[in-house]
């Protein structure tokens, strides 16, 4: 298993203490390795955690390239520090650009990757840029995350779809979100669980709302024959009183 996707950090983090303090030289020479840029659109490479700090508050996304450098270099601290590479994104508006067009999930890692071969080509699709840094930005601030299951009380919906197998871990700020895995199949044993636990609330459901109404149309007809009683002898009770007295003379 991974990490939770708790583990997730904004740049509020990363260039303050106490996360400032965590970065390691070799997190510094893998976000230089990762094709990251300055705002002239040059390689950032060879920087010590200073400097990334003055990089990061001048980035906007008013130069995609540089945003998008910047987000990424957030999203690969976060990976480098806990957050499981392979954990799903909810992203649908980028999910078309992996061949996604159902469940809009993709794998944070080929988010990754698309982000660098976005960045070697910096001038020639920013608008897919811009796209992709709003995802990662949304994903540093633990808004887009999958989960494979409840946690705590939540009650899941399951959503399918073609994932090749990935499972994210348990966390996330989306507890209603239950990710299936499978190649365009429905994972049997999720939604099995899922659907019986449906038709028995729906069984349920439908017998108290039957019973309901069985005992309101009882209710109804013996209420009903109760005042037909009264009224039948109420009715007795009058004509025995207005019978008038026959008097009988003998003479």
């Given at each position: 298993?991974?990490?939770?996707?708790?583990?997730?950090?904004?740049?509020?983090y990363w260039t303050k203490n106490?996360?400032?303090?965590?970065?390691?030289?070799?997190?510094?020479?893998?976000?230089?390795?990762?094709?990251?840029?300055?705002?002239?659109?040059?390689?950032?490479?060879?920087?010590?955690?200073?400097?990334?700090?003055?990089?990061?508050?001048?980035?906007?996304?008013?130069?995609?390239?540089?945003?998008?450098?910047?987000?990424?270099?957030?999203?690969?601290?976060?990976?480098?520090?806990?957050?499981?590479?392979?954990?799903?994104?909810?992203?649908?508006?980028?999910?078309?650009?992996?061949?996604?067009?159902?469940?809009?999930?993709?794998?944070?890692?080929?988010?990754?990757?698309?982000?660098?071969?976005?960045?070697?080509?910096?001038?020639?699709?920013?608008?897919?840029?811009?796209?992709?840094?709003?995802?990662?930005?949304?994903?540093?601030?633990?808004?887009?995350?999958?989960?494979?299951?409840?946690?705590?009380?939540?009650?899941?919906?399951?959503?399918?779809?073609?994932?090749?197998?990935?499972?994210?871990?348990?966390?996330?700020?989306?507890?209603?979100?239950?990710?299936?895995?499978?190649?365009?199949?429905?994972?049997?044993?999720?939604?099995?669980?899922?659907?019986?636990?449906?038709?028995?609330?729906?069984?349920?459901?439908?017998?108290?709302?039957?019973?309901?109404?069985?005992?309101a149309v009882a209710a109804f007809?013996?209420?009903?024959?109760?005042?037909?009683?009264?009224?039948?002898?109420q009715s007795r009770s009058d004509?025995?009183?207005?019978?008038?007295?026959?008097?009988?003379?003998?003479?």
């Open positions: 298993g991974g990490a939770s996707a708790e583990a997730a950090q904004a740049g509020g106490p996360g400032l303090a965590t970065i390691t030289p070799a997190d510094l020479a893998a976000l230089s390795a990762s094709g990251l840029l300055k705002a002239d659109l040059s390689p950032f490479t060879g920087f010590t955690a200073a400097q990334f700090v003055t990089w990061h508050n001048a980035a906007s996304s008013a130069n995609p390239p540089y945003w998008l450098s910047d987000v990424l270099a957030l999203s690969i601290l976060n990976v480098r520090h806990g957050v499981n590479p392979d954990i799903l994104i909810k992203a649908p508006t980028i999910a078309p650009l992996f061949g996604i067009t159902a469940h809009f999930f993709v794998p944070l890692s080929a988010i990754h990757a698309k982000a660098k071969l976005l960045l070697a080509t910096p001038l020639a699709d920013q608008a897919t840029q811009l796209a992709i840094a709003q995802v990662l930005k949304d994903t540093n601030a633990n808004q887009n995350f999958a989960q494979p299951g409840p946690c705590g009380a939540s009650f899941p919906t399951v959503v399918s779809g073609n994932l090749n197998g990935l499972q994210p871990p348990c966390g996330g700020s989306n507890p209603s979100l239950l990710v299936a895995s499978g190649d365009n199949a429905e994972p049997a044993a999720a939604n099995d669980a899922f659907a019986e636990a449906n038709r028995a609330y729906l069984g349920a459901a439908i017998g108290v709302a039957v019973l309901a109404v069985v005992a007809f013996i209420v009903r024959k109760l005042r037909a009683g009264r009224a039948l002898k004509a025995a009183v207005s019978m008038p007295e026959v008097q009988i003379s003998v003479d």
